[in-house]
């Protein structure tokens, strides 16, 4: 508090990722292109990865020729105007369906968070087929290719970071998507500030800030959604010290949650 | 495209902005602690205040032993836990009242957002009084201000700049505080991708960024909560041409809304 540094977050959106495809060595490429960018990685360092290019590393993409819809999914699909195939891959991707409605369902998503149709993503696949029969489901289990790519990071520079994974997401009762977190390593998902005081001396009493979820949205800003071809974004002076993450901590639980 | 220069969003803390009292001047205060921390405005910068200095220099102190409760307010204090007159403020400041719930209640405040408590706020408040009768509501008019504040910052430079005014907000499904946009000028709220072609030229079909909203997350991350002192964050890198705003762009209409 006494210094005169001004407190400053920098987000460079790295530029020179080439295109991934299954197996492609996803930490080797944003290093190179971080250090080609003269910003190599330093200590506390947040690497933020948009979900796309983690599942086609992954193998994430389905054909829609392939699913056999079920008669609850051609249902659905009657609803929302979508084919019968994606609303069941839509469904085997969720927990529960929230809501129905034209060009959205509102799912629980098997990882825990409530999304629109369960991340299922059609842009950004076609170079696999002109007619665009596949589409990308989320990752498997993003906390641990967020482990994974922040082991290899680490091995390779010696220094310890973040990673985040980030998709964008529609919320209740306000229009546009914002970047959200749906998985982590080696950043706080929450940050509790309840038993601090603030400059009066009185006592927050239920302060906890969805950190990650506040960088998930800053380096979305810079990744965009369209031809930006910002896949990664490097967070420097992410403002709380790392530790360990786990998804839930950022998933309300039912029972707690006003809007199921 | 072309370019090498990375994409980057730079944000800075200003650290010596005085305690805001009624009156404060706000630009004034925000351009001298730039200049001092050596971060002169520029153009196209986005100048992000936290509410509580716009409501304390716009006089939004109220003293709870002032208000005198109706019996729909004694009746929801009972739920809620707290006072009859806390709550009579609430809704006072609302149009509706979503839920309630123990400490909580979530209302559609008069400015259209979906909030808890109509965002009154009971810290940093209590050096009008050490029993903390003092409470500090939201501006009257956040769009307003942010465009004074804007006019009065262009004509004290001659830059083009955008003034973002945020709040914390929680969100449906997800633990936690964002920072969430309550008002603005000069910049878009969402930012419209429709029509523009991904990577292979598949169209992107419904994709509206919440601009607005990320950035007010991003400058959150660096404000905290409490104690931190930093209730303004110029944002420098801002990704799209600065516009007029109007608060309506980032709030659903109710026939849209699936969660009410």
């Not at 019968?84 to 990882?111: F, N, T």
């Not at 990752?139 to 967020?146: I, V």
């Amino acid at each position: 508090m006494s210094t005169d540094k001004p407190k400053t977050l920098k987000l460079v959106g790295l530029r020179h990722i080439p295109r991934i495809k299954e197996g492609s060595n996803l930490s080797l490429l944003i290093l190179k292109s971080a250090r080609r960018q003269l910003f190599p990685i330093k200590n506390n360092d947040i690497v933020v990865i948009t979900q796309k290019i983690i599942s086609k590393s992954e193998r994430r993409l389905v054909d829609l020729r392939s699913i056999h819809p079920s008669s609850e999914a051609i249902k659905i699909s009657q609803l929302v105007e979508k084919t019968p195939q994606l609303v069941q891959l839509i469904l085997d991707e969720s927990k529960e369906v929230l809501r129905v409605r034209k060009g959205v369902i509102i799912v629980k998503h098997r990882l825990g968070f409530v999304c629109a149709n369960a991340g299922i993503d059609h842009s950004n696949t076609v170079e696999h087929d002109p007619d665009s029969n596949y589409v990308l489901l989320l990752p498997k289990d993003p906390d641990k290719s967020a482990r994974q790519i922040q082991v290899e990071i680490e091995k390779a520079t010696g220094k310890q970071v973040g990673v985040l994974i980030i998709d964008s997401h529609g919320r209740a009762w306000r229009n546009g998507t914002v970047g959200t977190t749906i998985g982590a390593a080696g950043l706080p998902g929450l940050v509790d500030l309840r038993g601090k005081q603030d400059l009066f001396g009185y006592t927050l009493k239920a302060t906890q800030v969805a950190a990650a979820d506040e960088l998930a949205a800053a380096a979305s800003l810079l990744m965009g959604q369209a031809d930006e071809a910002i896949p990664c974004v490097i967070a420097r002076g992410f403002p709380y010290p790392l530790r360990e993450f786990h998804l839930n901590e950022l998933i309300r639980p039912d029972e707690e949650d006003l809007f199921n």
